[in-house]
């Protein structure tokens, strides 16, 4: 926990060096590996505010706290390790009552957007999915769940962790060089912090708002699309 404290009174105060010891970089990859790989693998965990935290690994790594390629290869492996376990689940537990309870919890606009993605693109909606909160935790429970053999599920499991993870936190990179953005670097770097912050308690008052609700109103049935799944 003193560790933690060190980490966040560092990013508050903007002190790069103290982040940089090799001994804090080892604790917030820890950290930032633990949280992506939660948010992409457990429908309870899936309000982590995995995109939030990309961004600010694209800033730190700007900033020289860390580096590039040991970056998107750590957190690569934790998106995708992540989705696995959520394929996992639907694949051998999709039929049990956690993991249906699980489903039912999460608001119907997402199993929606996740069966029609399903519907139309099959395995391509992997590659989108993983771009959208929330729907990147659901596509690979409903993969599972649908009989999608795991070796075509890691393809597009690792290539799609690849891509939101390089895409995200080279977009933090950048905005880090933008003149703009370097001289009111501060104010920046403090948005970064507190906004996983803030998107993390937003989710978590989220989640309880549904919890709630479905334990007050019908649970509905959701289809899991697998037409297209099974062809590709």
């Not at 995995?50 to 390629?69: I, Q």
């Not at 606009?109 to 993983?130: K, N, P, S």
């Not at 769940?145 to 962790?161: A, E, H, P």
């Not at 953005?181 to 948005?191: A, P």
């Amino acid at each position: 926990m003193a560790v933690i404290h060190n980490i966040v009174q560092a990013l508050w105060q903007h002190d790069f060096a103290a982040l940089a010891d090799p001994h804090v970089v080892g604790v917030v990859y820890c950290v930032m590996f633990a949280t992506l790989f939660l948010e992409n693998g457990l429908l309870p965990a899936s309000f982590l505010p995995g995109d939030s935290l990309l961004l600010l690994a694209g800033a730190l790594v700007a900033k020289g706290v860390m580096n590039f390629v040991p970056t998107i290869v750590i957190l690569t492996a934790a998106a995708s390790l992540g989705c696995w376990l959520s394929y996992v689940q639907g694949r051998w537990l999709g039929n049990t009552r956690v993991v249906k309870s699980w489903l039912k919890q999460l608001p119907p606009q997402y199993h929606e957007r996740a069966t029609v993605m399903f519907d139309r693109h099959g395995l391509f909606a992997l590659l989108a999915g993983r771009f959208l909160a929330f729907v990147r935790t659901l596509l690979p429970t409903m993969a599972g769940i649908s009989g999608l053999s795991n070796r075509r599920f890691q393809v597009f499991n690792w290539l799609s962790g690849l891509l939101w993870v390089g895409s995200v936190t080279s977009l933090g990179y950048a905005l880090s060089m933008i003149p703009f953005v370097k001289r009111h670097e501060d104010q920046v770097m403090t948005c970064l912090m507190i906004l996983p912050m803030v998107l993390l308690v937003v989710g978590l008052v989220g989640t309880l708002f549904v919890v709630i609700k479905k334990d007050l109103t019908p649970h509905k049935n959701y289809r899991v699309g697998n037409a297209k799944l099974s062809t590709l």
